[in-house]
């Protein structure tokens, strides 16, 4: 039978809502699908927010071996880039299914309040962390000190070349992908991030030129990086 298009639309609205939905589902309906995903020199920029995206997932799920598809599923059901983040890095640390501390959010607690309950190594977990976690700090920094703890531990950039960068105002996601140009270009972090700031260049334009292929972004991030998961 056909069905219109509005009708298969409730169809698919109930549909979703007789399955239990992940940890962090909100009742929302958003979309992280990105029309422009190839390079274009005509239009160079027009695939920057997807790249960008798809760098991070790609080392999210290096470094927590995860699946880089479960990711993207969790972020269009309203998870939080930020707390996905912060959920693996103390799951990490104490053992815990991070689906479980994304629960225990959802149901409004601080990310305090699950790390207290969990008795969180604060060595493991490391003392930028646990400052901001300590100060009650927004999520963002908290998401912070795990990405930059995790290019620390990787040893992907200086600590001062960090600090550098971050000063400037480079976000998880323009940081871990100047670190990829600039490990596959052999630039700075910190001027590769200036580039695209200042309008001189696109982050597709950027990936063309070091000849990193974003159809196979985990080969090139092993092969470059050298990463390996927490």
């Known amino acids: 039978m056909y069905l219109f298009p509005y ?16 940890a962090c589902a909100m009742p929302a309906i958003t979309c992280h699908c990105f029309t422009e995903r190839v390079y274009d020199a005509s239009r160079p920029a027009a695939a920057d927010a997807y790249f960008l995206a798809a760098v991070q997932n790609t080392f999210f799920a290096i470094v927590f ?6 990711i993207v599923m969790k972020k269009q059901q309203v998870c939080s880039a930020d707390d ?21 959010r959802s149901r409004g607690d601080s990310w305090k309040q699950v790390a207290t309950a969990l008795r969180i190594p604060p060595k493991a977990a490391g003392t ?22 995790i290019i620390v531990k990787e040893q992907l950039v200086g600590e001062q070349e960090l600090a550098d960068v971050r000063r400037v105002g480079a976000t998880n996601q323009e940081l871990i992908i100047a670190i990829l140009v600039g490990a596959g ?18 982050w597709g334009a950027l990936l063309t030129s070091a000849r990193i292929d974003v159809n196979r972004l985990q080969y090139e991030m092993v092969r470059i990086l050298k990463i390996r998961h927490i």
């Open 7 to 22: 009708s298969m639309l409730l169809f698919s609205l109930i549909s979703l809502c007789a399955f239990p939905l992940p």
């Open 65 to 70: 071996d995860t699946d880089k598809k479960s």
């Open 84 to 104: 996905l983040w912060i959920a693996h890095w103390i799951a990490a640390q104490t053992g815990k299914n991070p689906d479980t501390l994304l629960q225990s």
């Open 128 to 149: 930028r962390f646990m400052s901001v976690l300590n100060a009650h700090g927004p999520v963002g920094q908290l998401s912070e000190a795990v990405v930059d703890a």
């Open 185 to 202: 270009s052999g630039q700075p972090v910190r001027r590769v991030y200036q580039t695209v700031k200042s309008g001189t260049s696109t």
